[in-house]
């Protein structure tokens, strides 16, 4: 069954930024137009646009508007790399975001002239933006074939073209199954606090016609317990050497529910968030977000005032509870420390 695939979230016009307020959704599309790195390092900060590879695209872009700025300089590639450090401090899990900004970097950093170095700059996001859709697309049909011919896919948090350039890991991964004629049912954790699945994987699917049930959080265990759920598929913002994924908050209970449940829990990302020098998990540094999230939800207070509140954003799944790990290279198997080292060559 062909599926519709129309949301982009990241473009470039007329020498600015448009970043679709994520955090808006689903209730107004609203585009916010950026022409300033510091204004896109604090659109990542505040969630504006979210999800690892969504965000390496989009610091690319406030790399290139950096150079942009600072060809006027003498010292511009020092300058540079200043606006780079401020890019990478936006959010600490996602490795896409160092990742995409030390390789704009790098690249202007082999450049002599300044408005040259701002031109590659530019064209470097605009490939970059290109080059994940096609790795999603790519990931999509390595990881269909995992996927079973009917069956509930739960998933968590939100992994679409929202969370990318377009199309998706984890949902990308689900897409392909279904235009490859599967009859998948998704079934969307709501993913509390921030409400990625309630909010963004709930207005994606039914934008794009897949079919698909929200469910709480909590609801995960009861729904593998009934027989409803054939496989688990996630995406991932940081994935250690050794296989070691980390990923929005719940993940890690996803997978030690699907292994109680003996249901195959798979990861899909790019090769980019595998941090290949950081050894294990253990390394990997778990953003904290700020106490209102927990204490309220959709604007209203739901605890007593005052409480103390832990708001970890991501956690840490061992390798040993992941069945896969689905990559645009192909799909790296347990041990994943010579099988992710092997597809990047
Ligand atoms: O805090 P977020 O919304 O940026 O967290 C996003 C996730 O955890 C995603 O699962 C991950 O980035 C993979 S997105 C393709």
Not at 126 to 138: F, R
Not at 162 to 189: E, F, H
Request: charged share 20%; aromatic share 6%.
């Amino acid at each position: 069954m062909p599926i519709v695939d129309n949301i982009r979230a990241i473009r470039w016009e007329d020498h600015q930024l448009y970043l679709l307020d994520q955090r808006l959704l689903p209730q107004q599309e609203i585009w916010l137009q950026l022409g300033d790195y510091r204004e896109v390092a604090v659109a990542i900060t505040q969630m504006v646009v979210r999800g690892a590879p969504a965000i390496g695209v989009t610091a690319a872009y406030a790399m290139a508007l950096a150079a942009q700025e600072m060809r006027q300089f003498s010292d511009w590639q020092q300058r540079l790399a200043g606006a780079a450090a401020e890019i990478k401090a936006a959010r600490p899990t996602a490795v896409n975001l160092a990742w995409a900004t030390d390789r704009q970097l790098t690249l202007a950093q082999g450049e002599r002239a300044a408005d040259r170095a701002a031109a590659l700059l530019l064209q470097a996001a605009h490939d970059l933006l290109e080059q994940d859709i096609a790795d999603n697309q790519q990931m999509g049909r390595h990881g269909a074939a995992l996927l079973p011919e009917q069956g509930g896919i739960l998933t968590h948090c939100n992994t679409g073209s929202l969370a990318t350039g377009g199309y998706g890991t984890a949902l990308g991964v689900i897409r392909a199954g279904i235009s490859a004629g599967k009859q998948l049912q998704v079934y969307a954790d709501e993913t509390r606090p921030w409400l990625q699945g309630a909010r963004l994987t709930a207005w994606e699917l039914q934008k794009d016609g897949i079919p698909f049930h929200l469910n709480a959080d909590s609801a995960a265990a009861y729904l593998m317990q009934q027989g409803l759920i054939q496989a688990v598929i996630v995406g991932a913002d940081r994935i250690a050497a050794n296989g070691d994924a980390a990923n929005k908050i719940g993940t890690y209970s996803l997978a030690v529910l699907a292994q109680y449940h003996q249901i195959p829990f798979y990861v899909a990302a790019p090769l980019s968030t595998v941090d290949f020098a950081m050894p294990a998990g253990e390394g990997i540094i778990i953003e904290e977000r700020p106490d209102s999230e927990v204490r309220q939800c959709a604007g209203h207070d739901v605890a007593p005032a005052g409480v103390k509140v832990r708001n970890p954003a991501f956690d840490v799944t061992p390798a040993a509870l992941i069945t896969a790990i689905i990559t645009e290279k192909g799909v790296a198997r347990p041990d994943y420390l010579h099988s992710l080292a092997n597809l990047r060559g």
